[in-house]
């Protein structure tokens, strides 16, 4: 038997950040680019074996990532600190390992996470900046940041969620749309509004069309007081539109690690 196959064999997990822009999505696809293709590309270059990745969630199309955590088995002899320098000599720039360790053999990315946060960023101004239109969504009419934030704190609870969630979710096929929101907040620095969401889980589409709906109150076509009735009412029509992919970024996963 050869030192290769003698090597204990480690679970281990990443905490990557990427940007979602030429991307279809997290998760790997048949002719298109994903962002699992490109990591299990370099993983399986670093470890000299295939390797297969198992994720936080899946990100769509054209959203982001800052703090996406994901973990694989290996035999590789690289340790753990030094895989993110490696594995990013063999990524495109807009994927980016930030650390590594190895983790209990009963961890999984996905089903071992409490939370995760999401964050919506709008350029709220008529003018795009030319720096960095790729990330957020421009609204240019100004949007009263405080009556978001009432309406932002109706939705904190345990609730039905329907109302929020796009058409051809599989969640909803099976009736399973009730999640957590633990906190919902908006902030504003300048032109420059955040909105952020703290869940146990999303439905399809989730914070683009609670984004959305913020806006509809910011800009005054809606009020703060109606999101109950809209929740109540699990009719997707009485939310607001659904914000581009563009703004949204995955911010952080909770473990007890």
């Not at 990443?14 to 370099?42: F, H, M, P, T």
């Not at 390797?51 to 994901?70: E, N, S």
């Not at 030094?82 to 594995?87: E, W």
């Not at 929740?231 to 539109?241: E, H, M, V, Y």
Request: aromatic letters at 8%; hydrophobic letters at 40%; a negative charge.
């Amino acid at each position: 038997m050869s030192d290769q196959q003698q090597l204990p064999v480690y679970k281990i997990a990443l905490g990557i950040e990427y940007d979602g822009s030429r991307y279809y999505g997290w998760q790997r696809q048949n002719e298109v680019r994903s962002v699992q293709e490109k990591l299990e590309k370099a993983l399986s270059q670093v470890a000299n074996e295939p390797i297969t990745v198992f994720c936080a969630g899946r990100t769509d199309a054209g959203v982001h990532a800052l703090g996406f955590m994901l973990n694989f088995h290996a035999d590789t002899r690289i340790p753990a600190a030094k895989l993110p320098l490696a594995l990013n000599q063999h990524l495109p720039p807009d994927i980016r390992v930030l650390d590594a360790q190895v983790v209990p053999e009963d961890f999984h990315a996905r089903y071992a996470a409490h939370t995760k946060t999401y964050l919506y960023r709008i350029h709220n101004h008529p003018i795009d900046s030319p720096f960095d239109e790729k990330y957020y969504t421009r609204v240019p009419r100004r949007l009263d940041v405080d009556a978001m934030q009432r309406a932002a704190e109706q939705f904190v609870g345990k609730h039905d969620f329907l109302a929020l969630c796009a058409a051809g979710s599989s969640a909803a096929a099976h009736g399973d749309t009730v999640r957590t929101i633990t906190d919902c907040h908006v902030t504003r620095k300048g032109d420059e509004v955040d909105i952020e969401v703290t869940a146990d889980g999303y439905l399809y589409n989730m914070v683009r069309i609670l984004a959305g709906t913020l806006c509809e109150v910011g800009a005054g076509r809606m009020q703060p007081d109606a999101i109950p009735g809209i929740l109540a009412s699990r009719d997707r029509s009485q939310a607001g539109p659904t914000l581009p992919a563009k703004g949204l970024f995955l911010k952080k996963v909770d473990y007890d690690l």
